[in-house]
């Protein structure tokens, strides 16, 4: 008797993920598409922004040589390992920062300082460091993920209502006890929103850390049509930073959806 209602609910499920798929996908589809009328009538010249089918015809070009699967490859795993660094840095600090004033006193002003210098800053001093090869690309990538969790981690922990924190003693929770089933709770819907600044900020630091001597990477795409004046190839690299970028906050959302299902948000009803 309960089997309907379950089956008509998860088929409500599938509709609606399907119907927040195709409308994610309309504003780039119709953009792309008038694009490409626009230019094949004679209405634009696409020189300098190629219309959809030249780009798609150098994405091809790219993936049958093998060479785009190779660049992929290589910005993914340098924002990976830059990301597991710097998060775990991040959420290291913010934590023992706020947790410990005379730390926050000592360490904060310093890192809000560091926070403001600009990515490429960073580049001349990381290379006289340690050389061309990937252990600066990783630190620069690392360096761009470390501050947004920091900030967050940081933040949220501060920010925890004081009268939460006074239930737990009052019903005699030892620390551990405290940390977990109220503090932990509390700090990490805020953590994985800053997670996922992080690691947007980890596709960005990554061309700057392509930059650096490298001959693989969507990074190393962008650079070598800008020098060689292949807009195609520009923008084909851009479709990818976009689409991987995005896979890749597919993902971390997913793995870590379980950890905050029991919040009762306003999302799902708006």
């Known amino acids: 008797m309960t089997a309907r209602p379950d089956a008509s609910k998860a088929s409500a499920g599938r509709a609606g993920s399907v119907l927040k798929w195709a409308l994610g996908l309309a504003l780039p589809l119709i953009l792309a598409l008038s694009w490409e009328i626009a230019v094949a009538r ?29 660049h992929v490859e290589a910005t993914l795993i340098r924002v990976g390992l830059g990301f597991a660094f710097g998060a775990g840095a991040g959420i290291l600090v913010g934590t023992a920062t706020a947790t410990l004033p005379w730390l ?16 490429l800053a960073w580049v001349p001093l990381f290379i006289l460091w340690f050389g061309i090869l990937e252990t600066p690309k990783v630190a620069l990538i690392a360096v761009g993920v470390f501050f947004p969790v920091y900030v967050g981690v940081s933040g949220a922990i ?29 700090v990490l819907p805020a953590t994985l929103t800053s997670l996922r ?48 970028g995005k896979l890749a906050d597919t993902l971390l959302v997913a793995l870590t959806t379980p950890l905050v299902r029991w919040q009762d948000t306003a999302r799902e009803t708006l």
Do not use: H, N
Request: hydrophobic fraction near 55%; charged fraction near 15%.
């Open 104 to 119: 926050r006193w000592l360490v904060d002003p310093t890192l809000q300082a560091l926070r403001a210098v600009p990515s």
């Open 197 to 244: 600044t992080g690691l947007g900020l980890g596709f960005l630091f990554v061309v700057a850390a392509e930059l650096m001597g490298a001959s693989e990477g969507l990074g190393y795409l962008l650079v070598d049509g800008q020098q060689f004046g292949k807009p195609d190839q520009i923008l084909a690299a851009i479709i990818c930073f976009a689409v991987v």
């Open 42 to 70: 004679g209405l634009a010249q696409g020189r300098l922004i190629p219309p959809p089918s030249r780009i798609a015809a150098a994405l091809w070009q790219l993936a049958a040589s093998g060479d785009l699967w190779m």
């Open 158 to 186: 501060a920010s925890v209502d004081r009268k939460l924190v006074e239930v737990g003693r009052i019903f005699r929770l030892s620390q551990t006890a405290l940390a977990r089933r109220i503090l932990l709770p509390a």
